[in-house]
C-alpha cells in the first residue's frame, strides 16, 4: 500500500471527513462539511483545501519543506507522500484545513473548488502555448 493510499484510508476514518467523488474528477476525496478538503491524485500526491489564509499563516514553514508544493493564486497546497513523516505532516495539515474551514470559510466561490491538479494541467498548457 502506498503513503497516499494509507493516508487516504487513515483520513477516511475521521469523524469530521467523508470520501466522495472529486469534483476534478480524478482521483479519490475527502470532504469535510464545509467543503471538499483534499483530493488524493496518485499514489504520491494529496492536493489539500487549506485556504488563502492558513495558506499566509503557515507560508514560512510551508515554502521550506520538501514535500509541499504551492501554486500562487491557489487556496491548496500539494502534498508528496513518499514517507511516513510526509503523511504525518499531511495529517497535521488536515487537522490544520479543518479548523481553517471550521472558523473562516473560505467563501472565494469557483476559485477554491480548482484543486492543483486542474491549475497543474492549466499552467503546463500555457507554459506549452
Do not use: Y
Not at 487537522?95 to 473548488?113: E, R, Y
Request: proline share 3%; charged share 20%.
Amino acid at each position: 500500500m502506498t503513503a497516499a493510499w494509507h493516508a487516504l484510508g487513515q483520513l477516511a476514518s475521521w469523524p469530521d471527513l467523508a470520501e466522495v467523488r472529486p469534483s476534478c474528477g480524478t482521483g479519490r476525496a475527502l470532504r469535510s462539511t464545509r467543503a471538499e478538503i483534499a483530493h488524493f491524485h496518485s499514489d504520491s500526491s494529496v492536493d489539500l483545501h487549506l485556504t488563502v489564509k492558513a495558506i499566509r499563516r503557515f507560508e514560512h514553514d510551508l515554502r521550506h519543506s520538501t514535500a509541499i508544493r504551492l501554486v500562487p493564486g491557489s487556496h491548496w497546497v500539494t502534498v508528496r507522500l513518499e514517507c511516513g513523516s510526509d503523511v504525518n505532516l499531511l495529517m497535521t495539515l488536515m487537522s490544520a484545513a479543518l479548523q481553517a474551514h471550521d472558523l473562516a470559510p473560505d467563501l472565494d466561490g469557483v476559485l477554491s473548488v480548482r484543486c492543483n491538479d486542474s491549475r497543474e494541467a492549466v499552467l503546463a498548457h500555457r507554459a506549452r502555448l
